[in-house]
RNA sequence: GGUGCCAUAGCUCAGUUGGUAGAGCAUCGGACUGAAAAUCCGUGUGUCCCUGGUUCGAUUCCUGGUGGCACCA
């Protein structure tokens, strides 16, 4: 029997953690988080990690082994999973992986391309530039160093055009050339299950979740981490809404951030940020979906395909 | 009871000197290959409250209703 590595997703809020942690003990194995988020220690309540108790009854990977300004990437989650995967599959047959993190998920599926890493230098010379010379001059400039891929890329998206610029100059080769998208296969079979729900009961999960991660203390756990703003892992759902409240910025309305202004801005985001995910699943063909309520039919497909 | 103001998109409102209408928010769709909970793009048909009148033509002006708000009794 083949080893498998079963994936569950899901739009944020559906219900992923619970099933995940009955799945894990139905098949006695661990759970491999793909969360770009949960990565991180200092931040569980605003990330909706899973809970002490959550990672006793099953082994957890991926979860608050970073410090808060460490540097992370889809790549490193590549390399980094494939290697515990392999290790896990000597004991187990059947190993989960659960999260939203969409690029993280296709990282291990799939495969990402290979590409050197920015040196700090590097991309604060770019930044640098960005905020100096403004877009257009990047993007005249990656027109001049990468003609292949100014043509595809997105030119008003500033990370698009910043990261193939980096590599770029960092290389003195072309992003292009690094670019195969070849799609990688790897020597164990993938199912994925995605977990849905009509949109009213999503929202209405991500509202009342807000609410609860507030009562659980967020502003203090925001309040904790703030002098670490800068870094990527808090440019994040839940924080970022937070400090523009701390600093007492203006909205677009003219009025300084409110608490409640900045709660239901977060429920919105991550309203906002439920849509992407599902937009983007929607594309691969190989998620089976289910209602996360539908423990028995998820085992009943999973049986049926000799998981 | 009287006077004044208001009634337009799911919400808050703008607008049409009379030629059937548009912003913000909400909603919805999409892109995505080493920062991805990031970053970026796109999306507005709605009995313009109802009725009658004037008019070639009314959501717009006028009459009368209905509902809301404010003030006066």
Not at 48 to 71: C, E, M, N, Q, W
Not at 115 to 127: A, G, H
Not at 245 to 262: M, N, P
Request: hydrophobic share 35%; with cysteine.
């Amino acid at each position: 029997m083949s080893k498998t590595l079963l994936v569950i997703l899901g739009p944020t809020g559906v219900g992923k953690t619970k099933l995940s942690l009955s799945l894990a003990e139905y098949f006695n194995t661990h759970i491999i988080s793909a969360d770009s988020r949960q990565l991180y220690a200092d931040i569980p309540i605003g990330t909706d990690a899973p809970s002490a108790k959550d990672l006793k009854r099953v082994k957890h990977h991926f979860v608050g082994t970073l410090k808060i300004d460490d540097y992370y990437s889809a790549t490193r989650f590549e390399e980094e999973a494939l290697e515990i995967l392999n290790q896990l599959f000597t004991t187990h047959q059947t190993v989960l992986m659960t999260g939203g993190s969409m690029m993280y998920i296709d990282a291990l599926c799939k495969g990402i391309d290979y590409m050197p890493t920015i040196t700090l230098e590097i991309r604060n010379k770019v930044v640098e530039s960005y905020k100096q010379n403004g877009l257009e001059y990047l993007v005249d400039k990656l027109e001049l160093l990468d003609p292949d891929y100014s043509r595809i890329v997105d030119k008003k998206n500033p990370k698009r055009i910043m990261h193939a610029l980096e590599i770029c100059l960092m290389t003195g080769k072309t992003y292009s050339s690094y670019r195969t998208q070849s799609i990688k296969t790897r020597p164990f079979r993938i199912i994925k299950i995605g977990l849905i729900r009509p949109r009213e009961e999503i929202y209405e999960r991500i509202n009342n979740r807000v609410d609860k991660m507030i009562e659980n203390g967020l502003i203090e756990e925001a309040k904790r981490v703030y002098q670490y703003k800068e870094n990527n892992s808090l440019n994040t759902l839940g924080y970022k809404e937070l400090f523009c409240y701390f600093e007492k910025k203006i909205t677009k309305q003219g009025e300084v951030w409110s608490l409640d202004y900045a709660i239901d801005k977060i429920k919105r985001n991550t309203r906002i940020y439920s849509r992407k995910q599902i937009t983007w699943f929607k594309r691969d063909k190989e998620i089976r979906w289910f209602h996360p309520d539908n423990l028995n039919d998820i085992i009943e497909y999973l049986n049926s395909i000799n998981c």
